[in-house]
């Protein structure tokens, strides 16, 4: 596992400000991010569904992602990018499985490294939760005459609530997942990206394979533990294949499936324990750091959403492994956010609702803090702070 190495406690040129470790720097390998609020993924289902700019970022992801990188936030990281059409929730998601999305892409890395900003990128395939409708219209399944509908894939035919069975996966369908996730990773790499996370949560394809809620397979791909996490770790080493040895990889994951069961890693369904296992198998491939949500694969989840209530699982992950964890899930304050930090819960929190509401979260909680916050401000905006 790469190194994580913290800085030393800065003090600003103000005498007023104060020791923060949540605006103190983190890196990880050679990437050095300048504070530890971090911008999640988030999608916004915004990009073209036809033609030939089909899902390339629009001046609305160019807005959406640098407006965050000058609202101070140490790293800016994509919403989920298709690693094939297929692999898409909706036909108006971003993907980066051909040259000219990555392109499009490269632009908006120049403008967030502009403003001091980390350029990050989630790279994802959505499984049997793909193919949908946007949100705000309802998030249906598209109607398999629907023209911008396609067949959905999954390690099983088991279907996702009302969703419709995907089709079981053969052995040459799973290849292709792993030769398209190390393209995307080189297409990635090219746009100037210096982080690449893996999405095995929420539901989508790689957390499909992982629990035995979504997998039912008798290969060498389902059944026991060891089976349901190979396609991750097969994933994993593409990326790991081509992105460069000074450039972190990260993997998000959800914790538990929050089925009420949490009996281990017999369960039957993912819980807290296959998750410590997981991590623990992917210091061995090379991740630097865990990026830790939860839910998102069992419709009838019962789930206790609460300031923070994410958190333990990061804890976990920092407590029983000797990968870093980032935190994520109603992080809203700034006090509540360093807590987490300085208590040693996780070495970054991932803030998503918080920064639509507020894209300078990261500057308001320094001065609330009374911190010093890299990136600086830029002069335009010096007046309001």
Same mark, same amino acid.
């Given at each position: 596992?790469?190194?994580?190495?913290?800085?030393?406690? +800065?003090?600003?040129?103000?005498?007023?400000?104060?020791?923060?470790?949540?605006? /103190?720097? *983190?890196? *990880?390998? /050679?990437?050095?991010?300048?504070?530890?609020?971090?911008? @999640?993924?988030?999608?916004?289902?915004?990009?073209?569904?036809?033609?030939?700019?089909? !899902?390339?970022?629009?001046?609305?992801? +160019?807005?959406?992602?640098?407006?965050?990188? &000058?609202?101070?936030?140490?790293?800016?990281?994509? /919403?989920?990018? @298709?690693?094939?059409?297929?692999?898409? %929730?909706?036909?108006?998601?971003?993907?980066?499985?051909?040259?000219?999305?990555?392109?499009?892409?490269?632009?908006?890395?120049?403008?967030?490294?502009?403003?001091?900003? #980390?350029?990050?990128?989630? *790279?994802?395939?959505?499984?049997?939760?793909?193919?949908? =409708?946007?949100?705000?219209?309802?998030?249906?399944?598209?109607?398999?005459?629907?023209?911008?509908?396609?067949?959905?894939?999954?390690?099983?035919?088991?279907?996702?609530?009302?969703?419709?069975?995907?089709?079981?996966?053969?052995?040459?369908?799973?290849?292709?997942?792993?030769?398209?996730?190390? @393209?995307?990773? &080189?297409?990635?790499?090219?746009?100037?990206?210096?982080?690449?996370?893996?999405?095995?949560?929420?539901?989508?394809?790689?957390?499909?394979? *992982?629990?035995?809620?979504?997998?039912?397979?008798?290969?060498?791909?389902?059944?026991?533990?060891?089976?349901?996490?190979?396609?991750? $770790?097969?994933? &994993?080493?593409?990326?790991?294949?081509?992105?460069?040895?000074?450039?972190?990889?990260?993997?998000?994951?959800?914790?538990?499936?929050?089925? !009420?069961?949490?009996?281990? #890693? =017999? @369960?039957?369904?993912?819980?807290?324990?296959?998750?410590?296992?997981?991590?623990?198998?992917?210091?061995?491939?090379?991740?630097?750091?865990?990026?830790?949500?939860?839910?998102?694969?069992?419709?009838?989840?019962? %789930?206790? #959403?609460?300031?923070?209530?994410?958190?333990?699982?990061?804890?976990?992950?920092?407590? /029983?492994?000797? %990968?870093?964890?980032?935190?994520?899930?109603?992080?809203?304050?700034?006090?509540?956010?360093?807590?987490?930090?300085?208590?040693?819960?996780?070495?970054?929190?991932?803030?998503? +609702?918080?920064?639509?509401?507020?894209?300078?979260?990261?500057?308001?909680?320094?001065?609330? $803090?009374?911190?010093?916050?890299?990136?600086?401000?830029?002069?335009?905006?010096?007046?309001?702070?």
């Amino acid at each position: 596992m790469s190194a994580v190495v913290v800085d030393g406690a +800065r003090v600003g040129r103000d005498e007023e400000m104060t020791v923060s470790l949540l605006f /103190e720097p *983190l890196t *990880l390998r /050679e990437v050095t991010f300048p504070n530890r609020v971090w911008m @999640s993924p988030m999608c916004q289902y915004s990009a073209d569904a036809e033609g030939p700019s089909t !899902g390339a970022v629009t001046p609305w992801h +160019r807005t959406h992602l640098v407006s965050r990188a &000058v609202g101070g936030v140490g790293l800016v990281m994509t /919403e989920a990018a @298709s690693v094939s059409p297929e692999g898409r %929730i909706t036909p108006w998601d971003l993907g980066i499985w051909n040259d000219q999305q990555a392109n499009a892409l490269a632009e908006v890395v120049t403008e967030i490294r502009q403003y001091g900003s #980390v350029p990050a990128i989630q *790279l994802a395939h959505a499984g049997r939760k793909a193919s949908t =409708d946007a949100p705000w219209r309802g998030g249906k399944p598209l109607a398999a005459d629907d023209s911008l509908a396609w067949e959905t894939v999954g390690p099983s035919a088991v279907e996702f609530g009302h969703y419709p069975a995907p089709r079981e996966m053969t052995t040459a369908d799973i290849d292709k997942v792993v030769d398209d996730f190390r @393209s995307a990773a &080189v297409r990635a790499l090219a746009a100037g990206f210096d982080v690449a996370e893996v999405h095995a949560a929420h539901g989508y394809l790689l957390h499909q394979f *992982l629990s035995p809620a979504s997998n039912h397979r008798t290969d060498e791909y389902g059944g026991s533990f060891e089976g349901r996490i190979r396609l991750t $770790l097969r994933v &994993v080493d593409a990326i790991r294949e081509v992105w460069p040895a000074d450039k972190p990889v990260f993997v998000r994951v959800s914790a538990t499936d929050w089925t !009420g069961d949490e009996r281990g #890693v =017999d @369960s039957e369904a993912w819980t807290p324990d296959q998750t410590v296992l997981l991590t623990q198998q992917l210091e061995d491939h090379g991740v630097d750091l865990v990026d830790v949500s939860t839910g998102g694969n069992v419709a009838k989840a019962s %789930i206790p #959403v609460e300031p923070g209530y994410q958190v333990p699982f990061a804890r976990r992950i920092q407590s /029983e492994t000797r %990968i870093p964890a980032a935190a994520v899930g109603l992080i809203t304050e700034p006090k509540q956010a360093e807590d987490i930090i300085g208590s040693g819960e996780a070495v970054a929190v991932f803030l998503a +609702r918080e920064l639509l509401r507020d894209p300078y979260w990261a500057r308001r909680a320094a001065r609330e $803090l009374g911190a010093e916050i890299t990136p600086a401000t830029p002069p335009q905006y010096e007046r309001a702070f």
